[in-house]
């Protein structure tokens, strides 16, 4: 049973417009959220966290926000670059253990 | 910088031929997976181990072991290759920072293997 969920496999936005990469959760457990990119034939990179007692989580052009009540998150990248087109992968982890847990991903194009 | 290295980028194998993907990582991490990934699927977590010598069956373990003989090493043996683990494979590690932020899962490149 996928724990975290993607539901969009994919996305297109114009270079210089918002993209929103959404990621649902079904385990309260989950404390721990993390956004990877991953190129092809490459392994995924970090991309930003966010821990639950924050709602929001800001790097440079790229924020999380997290909805604890709806178990809901959200990758925002503004202004989108025709070099974030990458698959996106969001990640939960429980207080205890160190496990990760991945989504399915969200392959995202910036067209220029 | 963190880094983990898997031995091969690309492997070709015949079915039922034993099969080791070794990964190597140099931050002294405690924690090391092994995940592959599927178009569709996402990343599933097929092994992982918290120390030396221990390992932990994750969602798929079926078909695989795994061996963690010294610290920096974490090896995915396939026992009798099948078509359906044609996949990439990746190896991540992590240090054992529960209740930081800091923890994150460090991978390597993938290892594309396909099963003939």
């Known amino acids: 049973d996928q724990q975290v969920k993607q539901n969009s496999p994919s996305l297109s936005v114009q270079e210089g417009r918002i993209s929103i990469l959404n990621c649902d959760y079904t385990?309260?457990?989950?404390?721990?959220f993390l956004w990877y990119k991953k190129y092809p034939a490459e392994g995924p990179t970090f991309l930003i966290s966010?821990?639950?007692?924050?709602d929001k989580n800001e790097d440079g052009r790229f924020t999380v926000f997290l909805n604890k009540s709806a178990k809901h998150l959200s990758l925002h990248i503004v202004p989108s670059q025709p070099g974030d087109s990458a698959v996106y992968f969001c990640?939960?982890?429980?207080?205890?253990?160190?496990?990760?847990?991945f989504g399915t991903g969200t392959s995202l194009t910036v067209i220029p | 910088d963190v880094k983990v290295t898997q031995s091969s980028r690309y492997l070709v194998k015949r079915t039922g031929e034993k099969v080791f993907l070794e990964c190597v990582q140099d931050?002294?991490?405690?924690?090391m997976f092994w995940y592959r990934q599927d178009p569709g699927l996402g990343l599933r977590l097929i092994y992982f181990?918290?120390?030396?010598?221990?390992?932990e069956k994750g969602d798929i373990p079926e078909g695989y072991s795994v061996s963690r003989e010294k610290k920096e090493r974490f090896s995915l043996i396939l026992e009798s290759a099948s078509t359906n683990q044609t996949s990439m494979y990746l190896c991540?590690?992590?240090?054992?920072?529960?209740?930081?932020?800091?923890?994150?899962?460090?991978f390597g490149s993938g290892t594309q293997l396909s099963v003939l």
């Open positions: 991540a590690s992590s240090s054992d920072l529960r209740g930081t932020t800091n923890e994150k899962l460090f």
């Open positions: 990640a939960a982890s429980p207080l205890t253990g160190n496990q990760f847990y």
């Open positions: 931050m002294d991490h405690e924690n």
């Open positions: 966010i821990s639950s007692i924050k």
């Open positions: 181990s918290y120390d030396v010598k221990m390992k």
């Open positions: 385990n309260s457990m989950f404390d721990y």
